[in-house]
């Protein structure tokens, strides 16, 4: 297999075949192209949903192109994350240092926008020119009375999952800071980041069953919400790459206890239910949660059974970020008759691609930290119908001839809880059985 490099046969096992544990967690091979994005980039998709807060990139313009239609996070409410701002340093700023034009932006768009926080992303060449963005965002703190912080992400300095801890650290200096009456069976939902919608039809869930959410972090998210998250019971843990050292440091702190659960497909979501009534060791609020899977049960399998029948056969490759929502797409993908050949992820650990090789049929390929020029190849070689992934992987499977399934930041249809079980469904059969791949499909 000429097109793998050396120094990453450990990165790929084959599931019953050719097993190993995945030598993964560690920085990417150079020269290997790998589909992780940079610190900055990680710690803006985990900071950006949080909708009531400035969000200013100190760094050029380039930086910034990475803005809210990118990723579509939904607010109830205040849209200024919507808005990207970019201090746009130039050639005199970085010899002369851009200080002075980060004050003055800051200040300015505090008058104007009158945000709740303020949040100043730092960039690569701001890690190479050394600006002092503690001290700036020290000063406009006192002098605008809000929570300025310093999001210390120069893209240099790791990949997208060192991005997740900046963004954790950044949050973690909002949490504590106020307090509100809040009820005691109540939680946090960490890493759920609202794409179209989908934290609304979680609140929904909970609200049947009689739980309070305290603080959503970061979908749809609010400052002052975050500020009292201290106060609650647990915190719930979805796109556990991105947020479990948030919950880590909330543990540490505050005593708050976490758990790992997954929205996507219906025994993951149902399983997430259940966890959090067993946890509050609730009666009531497990019986709420039964009558609600079977309902939804009831209401899912006769749709399911049908896409069922048509897609029976099919093939599906997987690369995403996170290799938990992975565990969940094999489990959904089976109960639509569509078999995964090739599952990867940009941040599992070991204990992740374990339970992926138990979970998964024999031959399929496992790989961590891939790159378009073997995952065009695994595809070929596997004969996939169909491609998961995000906004990288949608050229190679185009490339390629393949239909593409976008099951990252920029999706418009909610494909969490019940109802986006349906979609994502909806969206295999329509994309995998289109008549348009016979004639597009390279050899
Ligand atoms: S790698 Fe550096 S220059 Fe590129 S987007 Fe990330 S922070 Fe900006």
Redesign the pocket.
């Known amino acids: 297999m000429a097109y793998i490099l050396e120094d990453r046969e450990k990165q790929i096992s084959t599931a019953g075949i050719n097993e190993r544990t995945i030598d993964c967690n560690k920085a990417s091979l150079a020269g290997s192209v790998s589909q992780r994005a940079?610190v900055?980039?990680g710690s803006r998709v985990v900071l950006y949903p949080i909708v009531d807060a400035l969000h200013l990139i100190h760094?050029?313009i380039?930086?910034a192109a990475y803005t809210w239609d990118i990723r579509g996070s939904l607010s109830s409410g205040p849209e200024l994350h919507r808005l990207s701002f970019s201090t746009d340093l130039q050639e005199r700023d970085v010899i002369f240092g851009g200080e002075n034009k980060l004050y003055d932006s800051l200040t300015e768009l505090i008058d104007k926008h009158q945000p709740k926080a303020a949040f100043v992303y730092t960039?690569?060449?701001v890690g190479v020119i050394g600006d002092d963005v503690e001290r700036i965002c020290r000063q406009v703190e006192k002098e605008k009375n809000i929570p300025v912080i310093p999001v210390q992400a120069?893209?240099?300095q790791g990949s997208k999952k060192d991005g997740y801890k900046v963004a954790c650290e950044s949050i973690f200096k909002l949490v504590g800071t106020k307090n509100k009456l809040t009820p005691a069976k109540s939680i946090n939902i960490l890493g759920d980041f609202n794409l179209a919608g989908e934290l609304w039809i979680l609140l929904e869930y909970y609200k049947k069953m009689g739980v309070h959410v305290n603080a959503t972090i970061t979908g749809d998210g609010r400052v002052d919400d975050i500020c009292n998250a201290h106060n609650a019971a647990l915190n719930v843990v979805q796109c556990s790459g991105s947020m479990s050292y948030l919950a880590k440091l909330m543990q540490d702190e505050y005593g708050i206890p976490s758990m790992r659960v997954s929205y996507f497909g219906i025994e993951d979501m149902s399983d997430a239910l259940y966890d959090v009534a067993r946890f509050f060791k609730d009666d009531d609020m497990m019986e709420k949660a039964r009558q609600l899977v079977k309902d939804e049960f009831a209401r899912l399998m006769p749709q399911l059974a049908w896409y069922k029948e048509r897609l029976l056969g099919k093939k599906a490759a997987i690369y995403v970020g996170g290799a938990f929502k992975a565990i969940s797409l094999v489990k959904a993908l089976r109960l639509i008759g569509v078999q995964t050949v090739i599952v990867g992820s940009q941040t599992g650990t070991t204990e992740d691609y374990e339970l992926i090789k138990r979970l998964c049929d024999e031959g399929t390929i496992i790989v961590d930290d891939s790159n378009p020029v073997e995952l065009s190849h695994f595809v070929k070689e596997k004969k996939a119908d169909i491609f998961i992934g995000g906004v990288k992987e949608r050229p190679i499977a185009h490339k390629i001839g393949l239909g593409f399934c976008d099951h990252n930041h920029e999706r418009k249809e909610p494909l969490a809880g019940y109802e986006g079980m349906i979609n994502f469904a909806k969206e295999i059969y329509a994309t995998a059985m289109s008549p348009v791949w016979q004639f597009t499909r390279t050899k």
């Open positions: 940079c900055f980039c760094g050029p380039g930086c960039t690569c060449i120069p893209g240099f």
